[in-house]
């Protein structure tokens, strides 16, 4: 018996009625991921990602009406598993190491998806539209990070706390495409050193750790 399959509202591309073509759907997105690490965007074909995928190019059209809107399909996969990276997170770190936690993780992910991450910057500029669901998924990070601190510290933060916090996540996340785009040195993202500068950096911006001072002195 044919299973039939909800496809979520978010997701562009052609209507998936079948639990059978979301899962070329999800094979062609993930595959291209992987072919991203060693090549950009631009220079992969429809035709080498579905060879690449195990399918025929019609599949590919199948599901997908061009390239373009393939890659905001690309999107869409890119903040659904970023939100359960998050929220694996939250679940696993609190206090002091949640940061150290969220900061290395957030460097590795972009580390490892330079090419895919290139192409999406460049797809900012080109319709200043399509970044509107990344630049919210960006403030859904800050405002979870604002709340959990709210928490432990057993009251609400600050204007100024508030602001510190969020402009340390603009600084980190600035960083991150600045290295993407131009690699202007002398740090690097594939080394440890970045997570460690990046990391104080943000600590010093934002001032994370005085607040929890004050949760102490509270105590």
């Given at each position: 018996?044919?299973?039939?399959?909800?496809?979520?509202?978010?997701?562009?591309?052609?209507k998936?009625?079948?639990d059978?073509?979301?899962?070329?759907y999800?094979t062609?997105?993930e595959?291209?991921?992987r072919?991203?690490?060693?090549?950009?965007?631009?220079?992969?074909t429809?035709?080498?990602?579905?060879?690449?995928?195990g399918?025929?190019?019609g599949?590919?059209?199948a599901?997908?009406?061009?390239?373009?809107?393939?890659?905001?399909?690309?999107?869409?996969?890119?903040l659904?598993?970023?939100?359960?990276?998050l929220?694996?997170?939250?679940?696993?770190f609190h206090?002091?190491e949640?940061?150290?936690a969220?900061?290395?993780?957030?460097?590795h992910?972009?580390?490892?998806?330079?090419?895919?991450?290139?192409?999406?910057?460049?797809?900012?500029?080109?319709?200043?539209?399509?970044?509107?669901p990344?630049?919210k998924?960006?403030?859904?990070?800050a405002?979870r990070?604002?709340?959990?601190?709210?928490?432990?510290?057993?009251?609400?933060?600050?204007?100024?706390?508030?602001?510190?916090?969020?402009?340390?996540?603009?600084?980190?996340f600035?960083t991150i495409?600045?290295?993407?785009?131009n690699?202007?040195?002398?740090?690097f993202?594939?080394?440890e050193?970045?997570?460690?500068?990046?990391?104080?950096a943000?600590?010093?911006?934002s001032?994370?750790?005085?607040?929890?001072n004050?949760?102490q002195?509270?105590?």
């Amino acid at each position: 018996m044919k299973q039939t399959y909800k496809q979520p509202p978010d997701f562009p591309g052609l209507k998936i009625k079948q639990d059978r073509g979301k899962k070329t759907y999800d094979t062609l997105i993930e595959t291209c991921f992987r072919l991203l690490k060693k090549q950009d965007f631009d220079s992969i074909t429809v035709a080498e990602l579905a060879k690449s995928a195990g399918y025929s190019v019609g599949a590919f059209y199948a599901r997908f009406r061009s390239k373009d809107e393939f890659f905001n399909a690309m999107v869409a996969y890119h903040l659904k598993t970023s939100k359960e990276a998050l929220d694996r997170l939250f679940s696993t770190f609190h206090n002091n190491e949640l940061i150290d936690a969220l900061i290395k993780d957030i460097v590795h992910y972009f580390s490892v998806n330079q090419n895919f991450w290139r192409a999406a910057l460049v797809g900012s500029m080109r319709d200043p539209d399509f970044w509107t669901p990344i630049r919210k998924s960006g403030h859904d990070v800050a405002r979870r990070v604002i709340e959990r601190l709210s928490e432990e510290a057993g009251r609400s933060l600050t204007e100024t706390e508030d602001t510190n916090l969020r402009f340390a996540f603009q600084i980190t996340f600035g960083t991150i495409n600045n290295s993407v785009i131009n690699q202007p040195g002398p740090i690097f993202m594939n080394q440890e050193l970045f997570v460690e500068k990046l990391t104080r950096a943000f600590r010093l911006v934002s001032g994370v750790d005085n607040i929890k001072n004050k949760k102490q002195i509270k105590k």
